[in-house]
């Protein structure tokens, strides 16, 4: 089954994403910050990543840096969760090596056609 | 499909006044440079504007976006922390947490308000600070917000023609930030008609081949009603990445035939990647465009019901315990089952001094589940304590004093729900302190005290209660204007002499205050006797104590939960009661000389100087059975409750014990003189007396009865 990590600490928005990803059979790994993103992201291999950027502790953008560093995810799709809607939060997420972001309100529709893409 | 997302508005409110409070509490104590504070206090706001925007309260979602406009401002170093822009930032924690409350009770807001800070905030926005050298970033941040509406006219601006010719050319590393060219053509087949075209002319010989890069580039046609817009963001991600063209197809309509090139075989990677033959495939529906903006509005009646179902955040630990005693609880179960069945085959004495033990061992595993599961409703008092420092902040400016404050036993818990209702009560405590305890800084000064003035909250556990006390360093209560306004108002007769306890005591008479001008914090009268009132319903007490010039304390004591409490089980004809401890002031035999029977107010006790009316509790309880003594064999119980003192006659004294309050209006029907049930360790039911229900009911029986003063007795 494919398995997705969702990043965020935000419970409400984590457990939105987790519900939709869930409800569509992904499985779903859930993570409250960057540190505890990364640590389940080596404890087991997930084939994409979602992330919140403003997080306490590792933010989404450092999670993004480490987790490309990391051999068995040179080519996992991470996608970034930015409310920022302008460019830099964008370009320094794909500085980092992330895939790509879906910009914040999203809709559970938006959330899963923008996963169905980066899943193919 | 469509997903219901109104199940995580709850989650999303409690996280939401949670931040909102840290957001306060870190604006509280903002330097301007503490950066990590700032930090926090963007989060806070970051985190509410997404989640509001996604579970559709757009309203808030707009509003939160200014704040945290300029908090990112403020972290990003290009805008000064001043203290207008704190007290700005405070008044928009008010505005946000006041449209949340709303959405979560459906209650009105005071929309002007809202709307006034909300401009004060575009306002602020406007003034370019004088560290900020980069205008432009306000100018795109406001264009962002108005985006749905921008985007959707210029996508209907931008109607394409009938085809495009489109050339990708990504970078050699494109697929190390996980974007896959072959992803990208099929989202684009999705759009339409495409035809696609592979240039495999960079590919290098093969032993100089890195599987992980990309040679390839691609050019295609894409045929059909699709808008430049819609082709440019699936290429959104790998901007930037990539050389991308876009032409409408009248440009060239013939290169796909030529471009199309052999992919030469053993490169696994690009081989996938790269069919070496033009693809057609015909799109499904195009993506709506109006997404967003159907779906944040679509949450929104959901939310309207109230969310608050009283839900409680407990730490772990206590669950991880919790757990850990039914485990034991489970040995112990399985010890006694044991030493049952060996009752029939072994060693009677063995057998007794195993099942002896394992009671022992039960009683205390139930004793600490019991104390477990209590902790587990209980809150820190932090949760109460945590709004003072901002009313201090706002008092101290509204009243002109400076005022500091100073907690202490924060983490003293308590039951949830004696949490929430003490919380009125302590506000109002407050306020009065520094309202009429602390005087204005030029007395203080005057009165050779620092011209900062202290509260001071303090909670601590004591028996199986607990302690708040509000200390302020003011002028203490004023005898002399306390006494001449009860005389005034005719509360005390003039000329008679009370004790200090007595005056103390009068500040909680309804509507009284000494107050000469009514400010908008207090003075007006009504409070005091709330707050006792609400106490004494929670089964509590508050007192005053009072040095001239050195200011007051209010002691309010509370019981640690309301849903078990310490009982004295009483025996009346034969049945059990439970009265609360805690109304019981003694108890005592009867002496036959010390009965009177007074007209018209049935029989009075003397108790050293006073008369107590005598309360027959099998006549009050509507019992009449011949177990019932004589009153000199009975004995007498003398309770208080609201002030009034009452004598009850009871056959025995049975004990004391911790009973579980089971309601009676929720499982029957409410009972004078009755505030529940217990069940008794025998199984039977025992109902738990209401002293002040029962006084009244005596009244109605045998007219007002209340404690006599011997003076009062012999004047009358």
Same mark, same amino acid.
């Given at each position: 089954?494919?398995?997705?990590?969702?990043?965020?600490?935000?419970?409400?928005?984590?457990?939105?994403?987790?519900?939709?990803?869930?409800?569509?059979?992904?499985?779903?790994?859930?993570?409250?910050?960057?540190?505890?993103?990364?640590?389940?992201?080596?404890?087991?291999?997930?084939?994409?990543?979602?992330?919140?950027?403003?997080?306490?502790?590792?933010?989404?953008?450092?999670?993004?840096?480490?987790?490309?560093?990391?051999?068995?995810?040179?080519?996992?799709?991470?996608?970034?969760?930015?409310?920022?809607?302008?460019?830099?939060?964008?370009?320094?997420?794909?500085?980092?090596?992330?895939?790509?972001?879906?910009?914040?309100?999203?809709?559970?529709?938006?959330?899963?056609?923008?996963?169905?893409?980066?899943?193919? | 499909?469509?997903?219901?997302?109104?199940?995580?508005?709850?989650?999303?409110?409690?996280?939401?006044?949670?931040?909102?409070?840290?957001?306060?509490?870190?604006?509280?104590?903002?330097?301007?440079?503490?950066?990590?504070?700032?930090?926090?206090?963007?989060?806070?706001?970051?985190?509410?504007?997404?989640?509001?925007?996604?579970?559709?309260?757009?309203?808030?979602?707009?509003?939160?976006?200014?704040?945290?406009?300029?908090?990112?401002?403020?972290?990003?170093?290009?805008?000064?922390?001043?203290?207008?822009?704190?007290?700005?930032?405070?008044?928009?924690?008010?505005?946000?947490?006041?449209?949340?409350?709303?959405?979560?009770?459906?209650?009105?807001?005071?929309?002007?308000?809202?709307?006034?800070?909300?401009?004060?905030?575009?306002?602020?926005?406007?003034?370019?600070?004088?560290?900020?050298?980069?205008?432009?970033?306000?100018?795109?941040?406001?264009?962002?917000?108005?985006?749905?509406?921008?985007?959707?006219?210029?996508?209907?601006?931008?109607?394409?023609?009938?085809?495009?010719?489109?050339?990708?050319?990504?970078?050699?590393?494109?697929?190390?930030?996980?974007?896959?060219?072959?992803?990208?053509?099929?989202?684009?087949?999705?759009?339409?008609?495409?035809?696609?075209?592979?240039?495999?002319?960079?590919?290098?010989?093969?032993?100089?081949?890195?599987?992980?890069?990309?040679?390839?580039?691609?050019?295609?046609?894409?045929?059909?009603?699709?808008?430049?817009?819609?082709?440019?963001?699936?290429?959104?991600?790998?901007?930037?990445?990539?050389?991308?063209?876009?032409?409408?197809?009248?440009?060239?309509?013939?290169?796909?035939?030529?471009?199309?090139?052999?992919?030469?075989?053993?490169?696994?990677?690009?081989?996938?990647?790269?069919?070496?033959?033009?693809?057609?495939?015909?799109?499904?529906?195009?993506?709506?465009?109006?997404?967003?903006?159907?779906?944040?509005?679509?949450?929104?009646?959901?939310?309207?019901?109230?969310?608050?179902?009283?839900?409680?955040?407990?730490?772990?630990?206590?669950?991880?315990?919790?757990?850990?005693?039914?485990?034991?609880?489970?040995?112990?179960?399985?010890?006694?089952?044991?030493?049952?069945?060996?009752?029939?085959?072994?060693?009677?004495?063995?057998?007794?001094?195993?099942?002896?033990?394992?009671?022992?061992?039960?009683?205390?595993?139930?004793?600490?589940?019991?104390?477990?599961?209590?902790?587990?409703?209980?809150?820190?008092?932090?949760?109460?304590?945590?709004?003072?420092?901002?009313?201090?902040?706002?008092?101290?400016?509204?009243?002109?004093?400076?005022?500091?404050?100073?907690?202490?036993?924060?983490?003293?818990?308590?039951?949830?729900?004696?949490?929430?209702?003490?919380?009125?009560?302590?506000?109002?405590?407050?306020?009065?302190?520094?309202?009429?305890?602390?005087?204005?800084?030029?007395?203080?000064?005057?009165?050779?005290?620092?011209?900062?003035?202290?509260?001071?909250?303090?909670?601590?556990?004591?028996?199986?209660?607990?302690?708040?006390?509000?200390?302020?360093?003011?002028?203490?209560?004023?005898?002399?204007?306390?006494?001449?306004?009860?005389?005034?108002?005719?509360?005390?007769?003039?000329?008679?002499?009370?004790?200090?306890?007595?005056?103390?005591?009068?500040?909680?008479?309804?509507?009284?205050?000494?107050?000469?001008?009514?400010?908008?914090?207090?003075?007006?009268?009504?409070?005091?006797?709330?707050?006792?009132?609400?106490?004494?319903?929670?089964?509590?007490?508050?007192?005053?104590?009072?040095?001239?010039?050195?200011?007051?304390?209010?002691?309010?004591?509370?019981?640690?939960?309301?849903?078990?409490?310490? =009982?004295?089980? !009483?025996?009346?004809? %034969?049945?059990?009661?439970? *009265?609360?401890?805690? &109304?019981?002031?003694? @108890? #005592?035999?009867?002496?036959?000389?010390?009965?009177?029977?007074?007209?018209?107010?049935?029989?009075?006790?003397?108790?050293?100087?006073?008369?107590?009316?005598?309360?027959?509790?099998?006549?009050?309880?509507?019992?009449?059975?011949?177990?019932?003594?004589?009153?000199?064999?009975?004995?007498?119980?003398?309770?208080?409750?609201?002030?009034?003192?009452?004598?009850?006659?009871?056959?025995?004294?049975?004990?004391?014990?911790?009973?579980?309050?089971?309601?009676?209006?929720?499982?029957?029907?409410?009972?004078?003189?009755?505030? =529940?049930?217990? !069940?008794?360790?025998? %199984?039977?039911?025992?109902? *738990?007396?209401?002293? &002040?229900?029962?006084? @009244? #009911?005596?009244?109605?029986?045998?007219?007002?009865?209340?404690?006599?003063?011997?003076?009062?007795?012999?004047?009358?």
């Amino acid at each position: 089954m494919t398995k997705i990590l969702a990043v965020d600490d935000s419970n409400s928005l984590r457990q939105m994403v987790a519900f939709t990803l869930k409800q569509s059979g992904y499985e779903v790994v859930e993570a409250v910050n960057g540190t505890d993103g990364l640590q389940k992201a080596r404890a087991t291999q997930v084939d994409l990543v979602l992330t919140d950027v403003n997080m306490p502790g590792m933010d989404g953008i450092t999670l993004v840096r480490e987790l490309r560093s990391l051999p068995t995810y040179r080519f996992t799709p991470i996608l970034v969760l930015t409310t920022e809607a302008g460019t830099e939060k964008k370009q320094e997420g794909r500085a980092a090596g992330a895939t790509g972001w879906l910009v914040k309100p999203f809709s559970p529709d938006q959330l899963l056609a923008t996963v169905k893409r980066v899943l193919g | 499909m469509s997903i219901d997302i109104s199940q995580f508005i709850q989650t999303f409110l409690e996280e939401s006044f949670e931040g909102l409070d840290s957001m306060e509490s870190l604006l509280l104590s903002l330097t301007s440079d503490d950066s990590e504070s700032i930090n926090a206090i963007f989060r806070a706001a970051h985190s509410i504007k997404g989640g509001a925007g996604t579970f559709g309260f757009s309203e808030v979602a707009r509003f939160t976006h200014g704040v945290e406009t300029l908090l990112d401002e403020a972290r990003a170093g290009r805008r000064a922390v001043t203290t207008e822009m704190i007290a700005l930032l405070l008044e928009s924690v008010d505005c946000i947490h006041a449209m949340l409350e709303a959405a979560r009770d459906g209650s009105p807001v005071d929309a002007a308000r809202i709307a006034t800070i909300g401009a004060a905030i575009e306002a602020s926005l406007r003034t370019v600070d004088h560290v900020m050298l980069d205008s432009k970033t306000v100018d795109s941040k406001v264009l962002d917000t108005q985006l749905p509406e921008a985007a959707a006219n210029s996508h209907a601006a931008a109607q394409g023609p009938h085809g495009w010719r489109i050339v990708f050319i990504p970078e050699q590393d494109v697929m190390r930030s996980g974007n896959d060219p072959l992803r990208l053509i099929a989202a684009l087949r999705e759009l339409g008609v495409l035809q696609v075209a592979c240039n495999t002319s960079a590919l290098p010989p093969f032993e100089d081949l890195n599987a992980e890069d990309c040679y390839l580039s691609w050019e295609m046609t894409l045929l059909g009603e699709v808008n430049r817009e819609a082709i440019l963001e699936i290429f959104e991600w790998v901007e930037g990445q990539c050389e991308l063209i876009v032409e409408p197809l009248s440009a060239s309509a013939e290169v796909v035939d030529e471009m199309v090139d052999e992919v030469p075989h053993g490169d696994n990677n690009s081989a996938q990647a790269c069919p070496n033959q033009s693809l057609q495939a015909s799109g499904s529906e195009p993506p709506s465009l109006s997404v967003s903006a159907s779906a944040s509005s679509s949450a929104k009646p959901a939310a309207r019901n109230r969310a608050d179902n009283g839900s409680i955040r407990v730490n772990t630990d206590k669950i991880d315990a919790l757990i850990n005693m039914v485990g034991e609880l489970v040995i112990t179960q399985s010890m006694l089952s044991q030493m049952g069945s060996h009752l029939q085959t072994g060693d009677i004495n063995y057998c007794i001094e195993g099942l002896l033990e394992g009671l022992a061992q039960l009683e205390r595993n139930t004793r600490e589940l019991q104390e477990n599961v209590m902790s587990i409703r209980m809150l820190p008092i932090s949760f109460a304590f945590n709004r003072f420092p901002r009313m201090i902040h706002d008092l101290s400016a509204s009243l002109g004093k400076q005022l500091k404050l100073k907690l202490s036993g924060e983490h003293t818990e308590l039951d949830k729900n004696v949490l929430e209702k003490i919380t009125d009560p302590l506000v109002h405590l407050v306020r009065n302190a520094v309202d009429h305890g602390i005087e204005s800084p030029d007395v203080r000064l005057a009165a050779g005290k620092p011209a900062v003035g202290t509260v001071h909250l303090n909670a601590y556990h004591k028996g199986g209660n607990i302690v708040i006390e509000i200390t302020d360093d003011g002028a203490g209560l004023n005898r002399q204007r306390i006494l001449a306004k009860a005389v005034e108002r005719r509360l005390i007769p003039a000329g008679q002499s009370i004790t200090d306890e007595q005056i103390h005591d009068l500040i909680f008479a309804a509507g009284f205050s000494t107050a000469e001008v009514v400010s908008d914090v207090s003075g007006r009268g009504v409070g005091m006797d709330v707050v006792r009132k609400n106490i004494k319903a929670l089964g509590g007490s508050v007192e005053v104590q009072s040095r001239d010039g050195l200011g007051s304390t209010f002691i309010i004591r509370l019981p640690l939960t309301l849903s078990i409490m310490d =009982g004295q089980l !009483i025996g009346v004809s %034969g049945e059990s009661y439970v *009265i609360p401890l805690i &109304s019981i002031v003694e @108890s #005592l035999q009867v002496r036959e000389d010390s009965v009177k029977s007074v007209a018209s107010r049935g029989m009075v006790y003397r108790l050293r100087d006073e008369y107590i009316p005598v309360l027959f509790l099998h006549e009050l309880l509507g019992i009449r059975s011949p177990d019932t003594k004589q009153l000199t064999e009975s004995l007498l119980v003398v309770v208080e409750a609201d002030g009034q003192r009452a004598a009850l006659v009871v056959d025995d004294l049975l004990g004391q014990q911790q009973v579980v309050i089971k309601a009676l209006e929720t499982n029957f029907k409410k009972v004078g003189g009755l505030s =529940g049930a217990t !069940i008794l360790g025998d %199984g039977t039911v025992a109902l *738990i007396l209401d002293v &002040s229900g029962l006084i @009244s #009911l005596s009244r109605q029986i045998t007219g007002p009865a209340r404690s006599i003063h011997p003076e009062e007795n012999k004047a009358a």
